[in-house]
């Protein structure tokens, strides 16, 4: 099976955008193919969202659903409580009974596990344990401080997440066997559905496009459906940056705690790092969630942004905690692991060997224009150690490849070659044009072998052709033109419309050039007349294969000749 996240090989088109947006740089390179690496992935989704051609994929696991279904009788959704700023003017009741219609036994708050989860937070603030709680709400970010910050594991607040606290919730009121499909916007509680409370987690992406596969018209459904269980709370503000603290604070939690929240990852990875859990002489609380803005802009909602809209709903429509109200006291009890991801360090002398293999011998040619997806050659080059990236990655190197097979290319041709701005000044040329137009040609070249930034009208008689074609846009034209005794034939060739253009030149008196015109010649009749031969052999009962073997010798007598 597919892992949360994946790469559709046939798609991808190497822009490398994931490796770009990657905050953890969890992509392998492969044959120009950008794959996911589940060890070092933390499910956040960022690539899913960025990827301009839907490369990355979201593991599809609506079948999942639709199997436990006919597998189990009772089936309940824990509904996230983003489904306020999902499904926008609809009707809870009419949403429920849209997902009850589905063949769903119940739909369930997920809010309610987080008013669980926030109960117990204020009383690990009551304990003291530990001077710095970090929330464990959010599964994304659990997997990076396992992965990549292994020594605030201790730190991490020892509760399962709301929705695990849930699913334990409903099995509690329900029975054990009982089947929970989460739905919500979260791609990272798919790695949550693989324990024993929670069977199948689907994003709103998945829900919507069930209601169209089942033909479900939202406007014409029951209003007298109501949650199961009961209606959450405070629980229902978790899906926006601070709304955590304030489940937490409904609890009274230690008056001098200091609450932060942080929401993206990269906002996240500045608060970890070089964070000193001993030098706070309070309380602290940090909220962290991974997606910017909450997860009201997780990447399985339909749509990202209208952050300001989306927190004003959650707010306005999330229905008031009571003064007072008891918690369930339900053991919710986790615990987390160092799952490090080991960090290579690299020598000088190897990371100067990989910077050799793109071309970057001096220091000045590291551009780190982040073309490659990493934010310096340095860091780039150590990818292309650890076999993360490939050196076609490397855009300057890849110009400088074509540079120079263009320039051997070039500089091999048996006929002259001169490439021109529409300045007529010269970018490149090859030592034949020297040769064929000698006198000042030859005098500059000792200077500059090819003659770059020598302005053509200096160098020839016939510049003006070159002038007219640029001014014109010539995409092909041949000339003959007599010079010194001899006839050059002139190919003038566009490579970039009005402004870059292309000459061969050829001395078509020697004696090779008037061969290769014979040649050409012959196998222009041969080829205008084999259809000819051919059914006059036909006719006549003889092997058209004699008389093309004949043509062919010919053309050949003319080739072994100096």
């Not at 956040?44 to 960025?50: M, P, Q, Y």
Request: overall charge negative.
């Amino acid at each position: 099976m597919n892992k949360p996240i994946y790469t559709e090989k046939t798609e991808c088109q190497d822009c490398y955008k994931c490796v770009r947006e990657c905050p953890v740089k969890a992509i392998r390179v492969v044959d120009g193919s950008a794959q996911v690496m589940p060890e070092a992935c933390i499910l956040c989704g960022r690539c899913t969202e960025v990827c301009p051609v839907g490369a990355k994929k979201i593991r599809d696991d609506l079948g999942e659903a639709m199997l436990l279904l006919k597998q189990k009788s009772q089936v309940y959704v824990s509904l996230a409580p983003t489904f306020r700023t999902e499904f926008i003017g609809l009707a809870e009741a009419k949403l429920i009974a849209a997902i009850k219609s589905l063949g769903f036994t119940g739909v369930s708050e997920t809010a309610l596990g987080a008013q669980e989860v926030s109960y117990s937070c204020a009383q690990l603030l009551h304990e003291g344990k530990n001077p710095l709680w970090i929330s464990s709400a959010c599964p994304s970010v659990v997997h990076l401080i396992e992965q990549y910050y292994p020594q605030l594991v201790p730190n991490i607040t020892p509760v399962l997440s709301p929705l695990q606290a849930h699913a334990k919730m409903l099995k509690k009121v329900y029975s054990d066997d009982i089947g929970v499909v989460f739905i919500g916007p979260c791609v990272a509680k798919k790695n949550e559905a693989l324990n024993d409370n929670v069977d199948v987690a689907l994003t709103f992406t998945d829900l919507r496009r069930w209601f169209n596969i089942s033909n479900i018209d939202l406007t014409t459904l029951d209003l007298n459906q109501s949650f199961s269980l009961s209606s959450a709370e405070e629980g229902g503000l978790y899906p926006i940056d601070g709304g955590m603290i304030d489940g937490v604070k409904f609890y009274n939690p230690p008056e001098n705690t200091l609450f932060m929240s942080f929401s993206g990852i990269e906002e996240v990875v500045e608060a970890f790092d070089d964070l000193d859990v001993n030098s706070f002489d309070c309380p602290v609380f940090i909220e962290t969630l991974a997606c910017m803005g909450g997860c009201v802009n997780g990447p399985g909602v339909s749509k990202r942004g209208s952050t300001v809209q989306k927190r004003y709903k959650i707010k306005n429509l999330t229905p008031a905690a009571p003064e007072t109200r008891e918690a369930q006291g339900l053991e919710i009890s986790a615990c987390f692991h160092d799952r490090e991801i080991k960090q290579y360090t690299h020598s000088k002398s190897e990371i100067a060997a990989a910077l050799l293999k793109i071309g970057k011998k001096r220091k000045e040619e590291e551009l780190n224009c982040g073309g490659c997806g990493y934010d310096t050659c340095q860091e780039f080059a150590c990818a292309l150690i650890e076999q993360k990236a490939e050196p076609a990655m490397c855009v300057s190197y890849l110009r400088k490849l074509a540079q120079n097979k263009a320039s051997a290319l070039i500089k091999a041709m048996p006929s002259g070659v001169v490439i021109v701005d529409e300045n007529l000044k010269i970018i490149e040329s090859n030592r034949r044009f020297i040769e064929l137009i000698g006198g000042d040609a030859r005098i500059v070249s000792e200077a500059d072998p090819d003659l770059e930034g020598a302005f053509l009208e200096r160098i020839i008689d016939f510049h003006e052709l070159f002038a007219k074609a640029i001014k014109e846009g010539t995409e092909v034209e041949v000339q003959d033109i007599r010079r010194n005794g001899k006839i050059m034939r002139l190919t003038l060739f566009s490579i970039q419309k009005n402004h870059i253009l292309g000459g061969i030149l050829q001395d078509i008196t020697e004696p090779v050039i008037q061969r290769e015109q014979i040649i050409e010649k012959a196998s222009e009749v041969m080829r205008k007349n084999l259809s000819t031969v051919q059914q006059i052999a036909f006719l006549l009962g003889e092997n058209a294969a004699d008389s093309e073997v004949l043509l062919s010798s010919i053309v050949k007598s003319f080739g072994k000749k100096d």
